[in-house]
């Protein structure tokens, strides 16, 4: 069969609304209460093969911790050296495969996750990580869906990427996955991300072997189990739930690692590249290390900002997902002018908040993942309410009782060096610091200085000029940017994601940036009618 195919021309998932009467609520409701009514025992995958160890971890509901949903086996040190080997395996075929024949298993596990797929992935989602419906549905279902789809179209882009020929010569481009395998470590709060970091290097012909963050072993179990249904073939991506240390330590020193896929926090990620460092005369060749960590990302308000989108912006900007988002609003600075009617509409805003079980509808947030995350959340508020510089304008409490529960809470601070004006501390924590209004210039300075990340930001302003002082001053502070929105909810193919200095390498999930990262290619030159003489022209008498 021959033949030059052009690939579906990829369109965002569209979100769908839960609301009352709808279909997509009641099978989003049967949906909850099957994942709610089993445990699942989840083995590593090798090769294909289900893997058993015996030790095993359990999956809890963020929101009712006694509620065991899943069992999840550990890889041992058996499990991890095998995964290696039947990722080198693997690709020794599908790297060879046709870049069709490749696309054609994420196209069609994009399809099998928009309809068969979509309420169980958002269910385990829900259950497993406290996401309300919303969350879920923009994370688990559309931006999953979009990564699939969007990933194959940007590889098609690279594919026809090709140099230019000179008369008698035929020159081509071969663009070659890695040599080695790609080791992908996933973060809780994101069930697509969780998908992304080992489908996009696979499709690019890359074998992977795939660390899930434990508290997100359900969902990413049942996408993994999506992506075999879909047709990937046993090998291509290795499953290894296990310990995060255990399992690194004997990654990062193989041989063959040819890269890291990371998303989760900044100090993991720089010891993942202190050991590359570390390690590198052991390598075949470079490792190709990508990360997407930290952020303390702002929200700056000139004086002309509208107040009413202001302070949205900051509620959902902050408190979506109890603040468990990378791009979650962690720091605002608001002028003095407007501070009393955004302050005032804000805490309207929060005090009407609801939060509980995911499954009740009514909720606008859940519980933070897990018992650590609480009790560092529970100990900055607690000093936060020691500190006579700190006012707590909203929430400020914390209730481990029965779910991970920490209120949604505002905090006006009277120095912008404060701590919680400096470190990420993922939750639903805004801090405020309220400027003169006259220091604009000074405060753009304040918001580019204050922080070691430039992950996502916002700026609110009805003034042009505002704004463009805004655009020069905060260039490098965000690698996302949002004029007059929330500094969250980046879509596939429309604003590609990613920060740098502490917050990553700013590859840009979502875009052709990322899938190249994946390739190494490697140049062909063909000569159609090689020389016969080894004299130049100039050789020869006048």
Not at 5 to 13: A, H, S, V
């Amino acid at each position: 069969m021959s033949g030059i195919w052009n690939i579906p021309k990829p369109l965002n998932e569209p979100v769908l609304s839960y609301a009352p009467g709808t279909p997509e609520r009641a099978a989003l409701k049967s949906g909850l209460a099957a994942v709610g009514s089993q445990q699942v025992e989840i083995p590593a995958v090798v090769g294909g093969r289900e893997v058993r160890t015996g030790v095993t971890q359990n999956v809890v509901s963020p929101h009712c911790h006694q509620r065991v949903l899943a069992r999840v086996h550990q890889a041992d040190r058996k499990t991890i050296d095998a995964a290696v080997k039947a990722a080198a395996e693997a690709q020794r075929d599908w790297g060879n495969w046709r870049f069709e024949d490749r696309a054609a298993v994420f196209l069609r596990a994009a399809e099998l996750l928009a309809g068969t797929h979509r309420q169980l992935l958002n269910a385990a989602t829900m259950l497993g990580q406290s996401k309300t419906a919303y969350q879920a549905e923009i994370d688990s279902a559309c931006e999953l869906i979009d990564f699939l789809r969007f990933n194959v179209h940007f590889a098609e882009r690279i594919y026809h990427e090709q140099p230019d020929s000179s008369p008698g010569v035929w020159n081509r481009m071969d663009h070659r996955p890695l040599e080695g395998f790609v080791y992908a470590i996933t973060p809780f709060n994101f069930t697509a991300i969780g998908g992304n970091l080992p489908a996009a290097p696979a499709l690019m012909g890359n074998a992977v072997v795939w660390k899930p963050a434990a508290s997100a072993s359900l969902s990413n179990w049942h996408f993994f189990k999506l992506l075999e249904e879909a047709g990937l073939p046993p090998g291509v991506i290795n499953f290894l739930p296990g310990n995060a240390v255990e399992v690194s330590q004997a990654l990062l020193s193989h041989r063959q690692l040819a890269g890291i896929h990371f998303t989760g926090s900044t100090p993991v990620f720089q010891s993942l590249w202190r050991s590359v460092a570390t390690n590198l005369e052991g390598y075949a060749g470079y490792p190709r290390v990508v990360g997407e960590t930290g952020g303390k990302d702002f929200i700056l308000a000139h004086p002309s900002a509208d107040v009413d989108a202001l302070a949205v912006a900051m509620v959902r900007g902050a408190y979506e997902y109890q603040g468990q988002k990378c791009s979650a609003a962690s720091r605002a600075y608001i002028p003095d002018t407007i501070w009393p009617a955004v302050r005032d509409r804000a805490v309207g805003m929060i005090e009407d908040i609801r939060m509980g079980d995911v499954a009740d509808f009514r909720n606008f947030m859940g519980a933070v993942i897990d018992r650590r995350s609480f009790t560092k959340l529970k100990d900055h508020l607690d000093a936060a309410k020691r500190d006579k510089g700190v006012t707590i304008l909203a929430g400020g409490g914390a209730d481990d009782s029965v779910g991970f529960f920490v209120q949604p809470t505002l905090l006006q601070v009277e120095d912008p060096a404060y701590r919680l004006m400096c470190e990420e501390i993922f939750g639903p924590v805004l801090t405020t610091h309220v400027y003169p209004a006259a220091r604009w210039r000074e405060t753009l300075k304040l918001v580019d200085e204050t922080s070691p990340y430039a992950l996502t930001g916002a700026v609110f302003a009805r003034d042009r000029q505002a704004l463009a002082e805004a655009d020069r001053s905060l260039r490098q502070a965000a690698g996302n940017y949002y004029i007059n929105d929330k500094p969250t909810g980046a879509v596939v193919g429309q604003q590609p994601f990613g920060g740098a200095r502490a917050s990553g390498t700013n590859d840009k999930a979502g875009s052709i940036l990322n899938l190249l990262r994946w390739v190494s290619p490697r140049s062909i030159k063909e000569t159609l009618s090689p020389p016969r003489d080894y004299r130049y022209p100039f050789m020869l008498e006048e």
